[in-house]
């Protein structure tokens, strides 16, 4: 198992790398520049500027420059909020993000698993039925259109809740609800699907003909079996709800990271861009190693190599 621990890390390097890399290329391919956008810049401003950070020089050697300070840990300083490092941006903002989104996936664990266990424990029913109608609008559903039938119904005709900041706990319901959903109805269907199919197999049935209780079989057998596509899929609904979460946080106004990361690609700051994408890429990736080690804990039979 160490040495598939040792591997994975290797290959989650590679691929930050990889990221990072496209990343900087791409965002210098497009025309136009970070400073192109303030008013009045004589040529000879424009050009003390770019000298101030690096951007005079050749695309190699700024990448170079670049990757060196990044693999110390230092972003450099943003090109549009003068004064501030990118990691004290991502420091600030970040943890709120990471609130939200955590919250949301709690959210999604808590209902779309017990969900998706009583659809398929009442396969055919008006239950089951219900449920799947759900989690086909969830998943078919946008998480903006979910957002703005919720501001309209709960925030604007019914005057219940706050529709924008993030400063109490009702402050979080509709952000929370709007994130949440998708995830929710992807693990209602594939909790579902992988019951049924457990449900199905010998084993089950040979316990059902030892005697034990409907509860035991369930809780004890076929439930840690059949959540293992849950388990695979939370590493990537991690990162779905924090970079899904740009989008609720620009439409509820949320001081998080999306906002910044948005403003940065409308800017063209370039060093936010890279610092948020590099942290971004990283926590989606070192999600994904923890669970592949958390997946071989979860079922002892499954071999790593």
Sequence with gaps: MLKYIVKRIGLAIVTIW???????????????GPFLS?????????????????????LWEQYVTYM??????????????RGRTVTSIIATKFPVSARLGGTAVLVSLIVGVPLG??????????????????????????????????MYLFGVHLN?????????WKHYIMPVISLSFYPTAYIMRLMRSSMLDVLGQDYMRTARAKGLSQKVSIFKHALRNAILPVVTYVGPMLAYTLTGSFVVEKIFTIPGLGGEFIGSITNRDYTVIMGTTIFLATLMVVMNVVVDIVYKLVDPRIKLK
Excluded: W
């Excluded at 969830?138 to 979910?146: D, K």
């Excluded at 219940?160 to 109490?168: A, E, I, Q, R, V």
């Design 68 to 81: 060196t300070d990044a693999l110390h840990g230092d972003f450099g300083d943003s090109l549009k909020q």
């Design 117 to 150: 266990c009583a659809a398929a424990m009442n396969r055919g029913k008006a239950l089951d039925n219900i449920i799947s109608v759900v989690a086909t609008c969830g998943i078919a559903v946008p998480s903006f259109v979910i957002c703005t039938l919720l």
């Design 18 to 32: 990889a990221v990072a890399t496209l990343t900087f290329f791409l965002m210098n391919m497009v025309p136009g």
């Design 160 to 168: 219940l809740l706050p529709t924008f900041g993030l400063t109490s």
């Design 38 to 58: 303030e008013k009045a810049v004589s040529p000879q401003a424009l050009a003390a500027l770019e000298a101030k950070y690096g951007l005079d020089k050749p």
